[in-house]
């Protein structure tokens, strides 16, 4: 079994990276995706995303990173796929799930999945381009308006190459509204070799047993959830192994917190930090009271100072 931390452009970043691998139980990860249109992107757009390239693609918790291209033009993708990998990238993955409008109307994420034929050409290529020990990987939603396709888009994957499919058990029109379709995994699963992680709307242990129940997969990927209740994969891990392990406690939680503070305040420009840590934070809220009352103290403070000072109350602003 393994447990994949899911991308999420705007979101799931280097730091978010880092600190959720520390907390245990991620077999993976994935970069936000990095958008090809027309040409070979420069190696700084790789860096941008994907810093983790520069120490052996993995997390400081020395998780995998792997590398997700979006875009629909098959020898595009496949150049800088293949330079991709000369960086370092370790698996190359393939978006064909994303929602966005902008993405969609230039013919990438979800709308392809309209595509059968256009799927395959792209990981064809994409798998004649990089090196033969680099596994391509896709990440797919079950259809654009209707999952009746998902079985046909899932083969064209894998017959074009994927090593394994990641299915959001939802169409692009469905979006992010519950239920989650994991029935539509299993005939998913039913049609190809390769494995197939099940994703979507996996919050607690409890969701992943019903999950795995419907859906019959082993292998899942977790992304809300995990960034809400961060020891998720931890307890899911432990459950599986017939083990149970205390949730994490908020005294546990906050040195994370903490340091996902330091790292934005480092690494981004101050009037973005704050913003980053108050999205965190509001998803903290769904599992932690405490992140409720912290959060209602940071939301409307844009000041950096400040924030420490809320975030580290016993230690001297810096
Ligand atoms: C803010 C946000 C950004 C996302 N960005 C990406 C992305 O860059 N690439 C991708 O394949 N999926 C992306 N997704 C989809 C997630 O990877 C995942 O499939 C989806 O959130 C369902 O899983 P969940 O219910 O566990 O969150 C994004 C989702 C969200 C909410």
Redesign the pocket.
């Known amino acids: 079994m393994q447990i994949a931390l899911?991308?999420?452009?705007?979101?799931?970043d280097e730091i978010l990276r880092d600190v959720l691998t520390r907390v245990g139980g991620i077999d993976w990860c994935?970069?936000?995706?990095i958008r090809v249109c027309d040409r070979l992107l420069p190696e700084t757009a790789y860096h941008k995303l994907a810093p983790e390239l520069a120490e052996g693609a993995l997390t400081r918790a020395g998780t995998p990173m792997r590398v997700?291209l979006?875009g629909s033009d098959p020898v595009c993708l496949a150049d800088n796929a293949a330079f991709a990998c000369s960086l370092g990238a370790p698996v190359i993955?393939l978006?064909f799930?994303?929602p966005a409008k902008t993405v969609n109307k230039s013919r990438g994420g979800a709308v392809l999945l309209k595509e059968p034929e256009l799927l395959h050409a792209i990981v064809r290529e994409v798998r004649r381009a990089v090196p033969a020990a680099i596994p391509v990987t896709a990440?797919m939603?079950l259809g654009f308006d209707s999952p009746d396709a998902a079985p046909e888009c899932a083969q064209a994957l894998a017959e074009g190459g994927a090593a394994q499919l990641?299915v959001?058990a939802?169409t692009k029109v469905d979006g992010?509204k519950p239920p989650?379709h994991w029935e539509w995994v299993a005939r998913v699963q039913d049609v190809v070799a390769v494995p197939v992680f099940a994703?979507?709307?996996?919050?607690s242990v409890d969701d992943w047993r019903r999950c795995r129940e419907i859906s019959g997969a082993e292998n899942i990927?977790?992304?809300?959830?995990?960034?809400s209740r961060p020891d998720l994969a931890r307890q899911i891990a432990a459950a599986r192994a017939g083990d149970e392990v205390l949730p994490m406690r908020w005294d546990e939680l906050l040195p994370l917190l903490q340091d996902f503070w330091r790292q934005a305040r480092r690494k981004l420009a101050p009037r973005y930090a704050p913003g980053r840590l108050k999205q965190w934070l509001a998803m903290l809220t769904r599992s932690y009271p405490e992140a409720v009352a912290l959060f209602a103290e940071i939301r409307r403070e844009n000041d950096c100072a400040r924030i420490d000072a809320l975030l580290n109350p016993l230690q001297p602003a810096s």
Do not use: S
């Not at 990927?221 to 960034?227: A, D, I, K, Q």
């Open positions: 899911a991308p999420m452009e705007g979101l799931v994935v970069t936000e995706f997700q979006l993955d978006n799930g994303c990440k939603r990641v959001h939802r992010y989650a994703n979507g709307e996996i919050w990927m977790l992304g809300r959830g995990l960034v």
